[in-house]
Every structure is written in C-alpha cells, then in structure tokens.
Nanobody
Framework: QVDLRESGGGSAQAGGSLKLSCGVTGYTRTHCMMWYRQTPGKEREAVAAIDGDGARRYADSVKGRFTISQDPIDHTLFLQMSDLKPEDTAMYYC?????????????????????WGQGTQVTVSS
C-alpha cells in the first residue's frame, strides 16, 4: 500500500514559479512516481515521471519548465514548476505504481496508476 499526500499548490502569475510536494509512505524502488493534472471536463494527463532507476520523462507541454525530483531519504516527491502559463492551471495529482518505467508513464496511452493522492490546485493568472 502506498499513501500519497500533495501540498504546495496555490496561485501564481504567468511567468512565476511554484513547487509541489508529495509525501510518500510505502514507497519502494520498484515504484514509479508521477505527477498528473486535470482540468474540468478533461481526462487526467501525465505531466512528469521518475522511476526507480532515476529516469525522468516529461510531457511536451512542460518540458524545460517543470522538474520532477525525489528526496532519496524520505522519498518525498517534488514538482518544481517555472515559467508558469495560464494553461498550467489544473488540479495536480501525485501518483504511483509498481514496475512501471518513466517511459511507460509518459507514453501516449499510459496505464492508469494504482495509487493516487487527493490533489492540489494550481491556478495561474495572466
């Protein structure tokens, strides 16, 4: 069982930065950790992933602006978001699954992760 709890959402101006955190319990190196986001009326989309080998992948829409990382001691997951755009406005979710690679997590139709946090809202104004 993996428990996930996000924090750090909020409001920012376009061009600004925010850092999301996700507290993790039950993590093992066989887990792939991910950030997803969702806007009303749309499906959740994978934003970034980091797997047990440390490989990272990003959605094209955030590449070069967002960075996923994980604390090696307590396994807290982070998403550093820079150069924010109004279209980044969404509910952001931390997610995890076993035996998934970062490549698989950001594939065009990735498998749906098994474990989810409750989400944290990010709002970017122009």
């Amino acid at each position: 069982q993996v428990d996930l709890r996000e924090s750090g959402g909020g409001s920012a101006q376009a061009g600004g930065s925010l850092k999301l955190s996700c507290g993790v319990t039950g993590y093992t190196r066989t887990h792939c950790m991910m950030w997803y986001r969702q806007t009303p009326g749309k499906e959740r989309e994978a934003v970034a992933a980091i797997d047990g080998d440390g490989a990272r992948r990003y959605a094209d829409s955030v590449k070069g602006r967002f960075t996923i990382s994980q604390d090696p001691i307590d396994h807290t997951l982070f998403l550093q978001m820079s150069d924010l755009k109004p279209e980044d406005t969404a509910m952001y979710y931390c997610a995890a699954d076993l035996w998934m690679t970062a490549y698989q997590a950001l594939a065009p139709k990735p498998p749906r992760p098994k474990y989810w946090g409750q989400g944290t809202q990010v709002t970017v104004s122009s």
